[in-house]
Nanobody, 124 residues
């Protein structure tokens, strides 16, 4: 049973940066999973932001392309989301997730495991 610990959220001004981390806390490797980040803003549906396949293939939602970068460490126990040039519309609760594969939309398909979420607020 994978367990995720997310960190790195917070309040940032427009144009600023944050780096989110998602660490597996039970000692299991994430090597065989596609990993990704979702977000959900108040009153909106949850959406995929970015994901990475075990092979290293990466996809992004169109809304974050060129601004966000997903990566995973060599031990494949932690996944990161570097968020630059943040906009107020990026404000949301961000979740990491693990599943079978990374879709072209930037969403992990049918995730089996979810983190608890970390809040990102972009405001002046």
């Amino acid at each position: 049973q994978l367990q995720f610990v997310e960190s790195g959220g917070g309040l940032v001004q427009p144009g600023g940066s944050l780096r989110l981390s998602c660490a597996e806390a039970s000692g299991y490797t994430l090597r065989v999973y596609a990993m990704g980040w979702f977000r959900q803003a108040p009153g909106k549906e949850r959406e995929g932001v970015s994901c990475i396949n075990p092979s290293g293939g990466i996809n992004y939602a169109d809304s974050v392309k060129g601004r966000f970068t997903i990566s995973r460490d060599n031990s494949k126990t932690t996944v990161y989301l570097q968020m630059d040039s943040l906009k107020p519309e990026d404000t949301a609760l961000y979740y990491c997730a693990a599943g079978g594969y990374c879709q072209g939309s930037g969403a992990v398909y049918d995730p089996d495991y979810w983190g608890q979420g970390t809040q990102v607020t972009v405001s002046s």
